[in-house]
Each structure stands twice: as structure tokens, then as C-alpha cells.
């Protein structure tokens, strides 16, 4: 008595256990998909798409060049410039003195990451001078020639 033949898909069938394209994970995503032109993020608070922007591509390249914080910067320092330049004996203006408040609390941050920044940069010289002392010595000639030329 013959064997019992075999379906006709019971060859591909076993096949198919070997090709990668057939197999699955349950946590694994079933379908992929990237879009060709997404939104980006600014500080995970402002997402800019089609949806809110004429052309976010413009507007990535400016806030490559320009940052959102050098743009309100500049526009911060402008109205403040007015409000110094305006008439004395005018009627003071809350919101005048709320920007100038809030570009003052801005330059106090300013000037604490810029302390920590020198802090940190006085604790990496100790670690220069103490590990590699000659490029130490070698840095601190260029600050030394540095500052004897811009005083």
C-alpha cells in the first residue's frame, strides 16, 4: 500500500516555515509606516505640521538658523528699547512692566547657566592640569595670549 499522498501545498507549507517574510511576533508591530515629510517638535510642547504652518519646512530651516528663543530674544529687547525711550509722565502700563520683569528674570537665567558654565569649566581645568598638564599648560598660554589682545 502507497503512502498517503501528500496535499500539494503541504510541501509549501513547510517551506514557509523557514522564510522570514511569513513569520510574526505578537509584539511586534504588524505594519510599517514612516511619513515622507513629518511634523517636528519644538521642546516637546509645539508641534509644527501642515496643519498648524504654511510650509514647516521653511520654518525648520529659520529655527535652524534662528532659534525661537533668539527670535523672541530680539523682539523682547525692541519693545523693551520703546518702552525705555518712551515719554516720561505717561501713565505707567502693566503689561510694560510684566516684559520688563520678564526679560529681566530671563537675563538672571542667562547669567546663572553661564556662571555653571565657567564652573564647570574651571572643574575641567583642574582635571586637565592634574591628568594631562601639558595640554594644560598649552590651553592656558592661548587664554593667556588671548587675553592680552582683546584687554
Do not use: C
Amino acid at each position: 500500500m502507497d503512502p498517503a499522498p501528500a496535499s500539494p501545498n503541504a510541501y509549501q507549507q513547510m517551506l514557509s516555515f523557514f522564510d522570514p517574510r511569513t513569520w510574526t511576533a505578537p509584539f511586534a508591530p504588524q505594519a510599517l509606516s514612516q511619513p515622507i515629510l513629518p511634523g517636528w517638535t519644538f521642546g516637546n510642547v509645539i508641534s509644527v505640521t501642515e496643519k498648524n504652518s504654511g510650509s514647516p519646512e521653511t520654518e525648520r530651516d529659520i529655527v535652524s538658523e534662528y532659534s525661537y528663543g533668539r527670535q523672541l530674544g530680539r523682539l523682547t529687547q525692541a519693545l523693551a528699547t520703546l518702552i525705555e525711550e518712551r515719554p516720561q509722565g505717561l501713565p505707567p502700563k502693566k503689561s510694560f512692566a510684566e516684559l520688563m520683569e520678564l526679560r529681566d528674570s530671563i537675563e538672571a537665567i542667562k547669567l546663572r547657566g553661564a556662571q555653571s558654565r565657567l564652573q564647570r569649566l574651571e572643574s575641567d581645568l583642574a582635571t586637565l592640569k592634574a591628568e594631562a598638564p601639558q595640554d594644560y599648560r598649552r590651553i592656558a598660554a592661548a587664554l593667556a595670549a588671548d587675553a592680552g589682545t582683546t584687554g
